[in-house]
């Protein structure tokens, strides 16, 4: 039994969630905006008043797993529709630098290159010194960015150089002893 599953998700005011039964389309509309998903059938949603529950329709391993992934990706909806989530990246080392140039980010790294990543539609970046902040309403979409914005220089387990997220801890290891 999922214990995330077995709990309800309240609506809060200001917010409205639809359920199309037949495609399952779920919508949640929020002061922020509007997030849409398809559900599959496996897993019954719901909604009475402003609280949703979630059951599989048939106990076998598969739903079991889903049945929590449902209940969370519908509760991140509900979350990101009234307040947004924040991932905050910072990069560190000497000549690395980033920032904005439209709605483009130009990141200089140490490459022979400037590397330019385009903002996708729905995420705000903000960029102060070397802190970038990447807002959104869609969890996953803010995550995904955030981690493909630091893969293009991970830092290094040295010195700690690249492009690591605010309070993240590095493992740094010792360099060469001199005998």
């Known amino acids: 039994m999922?214990?995330?599953?077995?709990?309800?998700?309240?609506?809060?005011?200001?917010t409205t969630v639809t359920l199309d039964e037949s495609t399952g389309l779920f919508t949640v509309n929020g002061p922020?905006?509007?997030?849409?998903?398809?559900?599959?059938?496996?897993?019954?949603?719901?909604?009475?008043g402003n609280i949703i529950t979630t059951k599989p329709v048939v106990e076998n391993p598969q739903t079991l797993a889903l049945w929590g992934t449902y209940s969370s990706h519908i509760d991140n909806m509900i979350t990101g529709v009234n307040t947004p989530f924040e991932k905050t990246l910072e990069v560190e080392g000497v000549g690395m630098r980033w920032e904005m140039q439209g709605?483009?980010?130009?990141?200089?790294?140490g490459f022979s290159h400037p590397v330019i990543v385009k903002v996708p539609e729905g995420l705000t970046v903000?960029?102060?010194?070397?802190?970038?902040?990447?807002?959104?309403?869609?969890?996953?979409?803010?995550g995904q960015f955030a981690a493909n914005i630091r893969s293009t220089k991970k830092p290094e387990p040295y010195k700690g150089k690249g492009?690591?997220?605010l309070g993240e801890v590095i493992l740094r290891k010792q360099g060469k002893k001199s005998v």
């Open 103 to 109: 709605k483009d980010i130009k990141m200089l790294l």
């Open 2 to 14: 999922s214990r995330i599953g077995k709990q309800e998700i309240h609506i809060p005011e200001k």
């Open 32 to 48: 922020k905006g509007t997030l849409t998903r398809t559900f599959k059938k496996d897993i019954a949603i719901m909604i009475n």
């Open 163 to 165: 492009i690591h997220y």
């Open 126 to 142: 903000t960029i102060e010194k070397n802190v970038m902040k990447v807002n959104g309403i869609d969890k996953e979409q803010v």
